[in-house]
């Protein structure tokens, strides 16, 4: 195993944060002995406070705790208002857009822009401390000043992804009960332009909304529908604001955002974090994991939409005084060679996307990184699901020149940051393995029955097994879905300790590779999935009497979306091709195209047990064309698979 190992750059690890396994060992050691020492001086170290906090750690009334009480600080003067002394003419955020046009925005500049937005919000919105706003936006660059006019304010954003279709969006506002959504025209995508308010108006159609503002940003000067009292144009309004507003002071677990996910189980969650924790390990995840030095430019190619837009677009990077790009287009339009061009334009040096992007790249632009200048490059960055070693192998040796370490950052929506990674310096890679947890993150495979460590070469359930300053702090308005989705499947000792829902497995040398999710959770192009969410939006065909829906490998996406349909009559289908295509607009206009099926196979009924339970892991197995391994004797009707199997068989 070892020999699959490649080692830190040498003359990148002489100048890295840290800079190999001793500093490494040495900080997962010094927060071994003193926890809450570790975290309280480095919360003194990077956050500016406007008051200090009296306690680091309170487990008091665990999982619920609390970090840093009884400091005071704000999200947005960390991110920008402490930077205007040494970097105010930095460019903070570098924006393209889609059809190539760019702007450059320096710290002052982000400084003037989220002041005069966050005065708007107050004004003429009457946005207060603790009101929800959704932002409902494409990546532009309104969209980061809306998230910290909102944390300048202390408003609560919860941004939900423009992908999302007007059902979806209606679920998150009402269950969010958000005040204002704050949304754009339309915007570009492959140089055409697409609409994005029509969808917020018919979210908001229904009646009985909480949102009494809408604040749309003009950016394809659409044509629009404009309703009186409700809907303004931040153009307008933005003219006459001052560039000066006060930042609020906040508490530490006063919360700073939502962000909806989904789960295993029904409806997807609003998962909170809160200020200063959150903030802290952004910057320091920032520092170490991407290394990110001052005079250096930094692109995530994900979507604020996102966790990871969150925090390594925008909060992360800000927070640290980096200079972060923002991109609205398609990576591989108008070529594969899109992302090189634009490292070598803007001489990027870290470079952070998800697996699905980088096959992609792939496929289907092998040879163009070699046609550009990408030498700036310094660390490669994947995230949001398992990246397989041929890309990893095309990444580390066509994109970093066999010079440039890959982080394989594993973490989640709930986690805030990254909790297991390798550290550019220090860490010697392995081809798709996250290597190791994180300094401060108390990061162990456990066994799910005894609560007992895993050893070398075993598997078991990805936990953490003390409260880190970034972790999760509640489901919004349901505080027993909060213990009972994260806390109720492991103890450690006795005591619940922090489920990921991934299992994991050890290398011989402690590494961790993440193997994927144990429950119902699939993972469709690095974008989280609940497969309970996609069959309740099946069932709404009027035809449909049954319906399971798996996850299957896919080539590019990592895994595809496999839908098995019972239908309750065969009558009026007489199309199957039609048949599939309504389903998926059901799925389109309930979820979003992203939730649309790669597979739908009408079966004759579903492998059940005597008591009614689906036997998914049948029904993976045969999305997979894996021999069934299960006792299948037991079912209501063995027949069943069988008849599947040849059905699917012949997809
Ligand atoms: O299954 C894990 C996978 O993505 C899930 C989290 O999804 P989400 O909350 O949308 O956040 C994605 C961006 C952080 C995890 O439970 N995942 C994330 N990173 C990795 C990963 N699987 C394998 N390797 C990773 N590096």
Same mark, same amino acid.
């Given at each position: ?9 040498? !003359?990148?690890?002489k100048n890295a944060r840290i800079k190999n396994m001793c500093e490494y060992n040495e900080l997962v050691d010094a927060a071994n002995e003193d926890y809450e020492g570790f975290w309280g001086a480095f919360a ?20 619920? &705790? ?40 320096? /710290? ?34 309104? @969209? @980061? ?79 629009? !529908? ?21 930042? !609020? ?48 430019? /930094? ?14 677009? #925008? ?148 936990? #953490? ?9 509640? &489901?919004?308005?349901?505080? !027993? ?52 969410? #996609? ?104 027949? #069943?698979?069988?008849?599947?199997e040849n059905m699917v068989k012949g997809v």
């Amino acid at each position: 195993m070892l020999q699959e190992l490649y080692q830190p750059n040498k !003359e990148f690890a002489k100048n890295a944060r840290i800079k190999n396994m001793c500093e490494y060992n040495e900080l997962v050691d010094a927060a071994n002995e003193d926890y809450e020492g570790f975290w309280g001086a480095f919360a003194n170290e990077k956050i500016d406070w406007f008051e200090p906090f009296t306690n680091v750690l309170n487990e008091t009334n665990a999982p619920f &705790v609390k970090w840093f009480e009884g400091g005071k600080l704000n999200v947005a003067h960390q991110c920008i208002d402490r930077h205007i002394e040494s970097r105010k003419n930095k460019a903070a955020i570098i924006f393209e857009g889609d059809r190539g046009d760019k702007q450059i925005i320096t /710290y002052l500049e982000l400084y003037y822009q989220v002041n005069k937005f966050a005065n708007l919000l107050k004004e003429d919105f009457g946005v207060k401390k603790g009101d929800r706003v959704v932002i409902y936006m494409p990546m532009i660059p309104e @969209a @980061a000043y809306a998230m910290l006019a909102c944390a300048r304010i202390g408003a609560i954003h919860s941004i939900v992804f423009g992908g999302f279709s007007a059902e979806a969006l209606r679920d998150r506002i009402n269950d969010a009960e958000a005040k204002v959504v704050i949304t754009a025209d339309g915007a570009y995508r492959k140089t055409k332009p697409y609409m994005l308010k029509p969808v917020v108006d018919e979210a908001l159609a229904e009646g009985n909304s909480p949102v009494e503002k809408v604040l749309v940003v003009e950016r394809n000067n659409e044509d629009l !529908e404009w309703v009186a009292g409700r809907d303004y144009s931040y153009n307008e309004l933005i003219k006459d604001k001052s560039p000066e507003c006060p930042a !609020e002071p906040m508490d530490s677990e006063d919360p700073l955002f939502l962000l909806y996910t989904s789960g295993s189980t029904g409806k997807p969650k609003g998962v909170q974090h809160n200020q200063a924790g959150y903030i802290l390990w952004a910057q320091m995840t920032m520092e170490w994991v991407f290394d990110v030095k001052e005079n250096d430019t /930094y692109w995530c190619t994900a979507d604020i939409g996102w966790i990871t837009g969150h925090t390594y677009i #925008v909060y992360g990077p800000l927070a640290m005084g980096a200079t972060t790009v923002m991109f609205e287009g398609v990576i591989t339009y108008p070529d594969a060679g899109r992302p090189w061009k634009m490292v070598e334009e803007y001489k990027i040096n870290q470079f952070y996307t998800a697996p699905t992007a980088i096959r992609v790249l792939h496929k289907t632009g092998e040879n163009e990184p070699a046609k550009y200048d990408i030498s700036s490059l310094k660390v490669l960055g994947t995230v949001g699901e398992p990246i397989d070693p041929p890309a990893w192998k095309w990444y580390y040796e066509e994109v970093g020149q066999s010079k440039c370490a890959i982080v394989d950052t594993y973490w989640q929506t709930e986690t805030g940051g990254h909790i297991v990674s390798p550290l550019p310096g220090a860490t010697p890679i392995k081809p798709a393995c996250a290597t190791l947890p994180l300094p401060g993150i108390i990061g162990e495979i456990l066994d799910p029955e005894t609560g007992r460590k895993v050893g070398a070469g075993e598997s078991g359930y990805m936990c #953490v097994t003390r409260p880190w300053p970034s972790m999760i702090r509640g &489901v919004w308005g349901d505080p !027993e879905r909060f213990i009972k989705s994260y806390f109720g499947d492991v103890k450690k000792d006795g005591k619940a300790v922090y489920f990921t829902g991934d299992g994991a497995v050890y290398g011989e040398n402690g590494y961790i590779t993440i193997t994927g999710r144990t429950d119902d959770v699939i993972n469709v192009s690095g974008h989280r999935m609940g497969t309970a969410e #996609v069959e309740a939006a099946i069932k709404k065909h009027w035809n449909v009497a049954e319906v399971a829906v798996v996850g299957k490998p896919h080539e590019i996406k990592g895994e595809g979306i496999f839908a098995y349909i019972v239908l309750k009559s065969d009558e009026g289908v007489a199309d199957e091709v039609e048949e599939v295509k309504a389903i998926n607009n059901i799925i389109k206009k309930e979820i979003g195209n992203i939730a649309v099926c790669d597979d739908m196979v009408f079966a004759p009924g579903l492998p059940k047990t005597r008591s009614g339970k689906i036997m998914r892991r049948i029904l993976r197995s045969i999305a997979k064309g894996e021999p069934i391994t299960q006792d299948i004797s037991t079912l209501e009707d063995p027949s #069943v698979v069988e008849k599947i199997e040849n059905m699917v068989k012949g997809v």
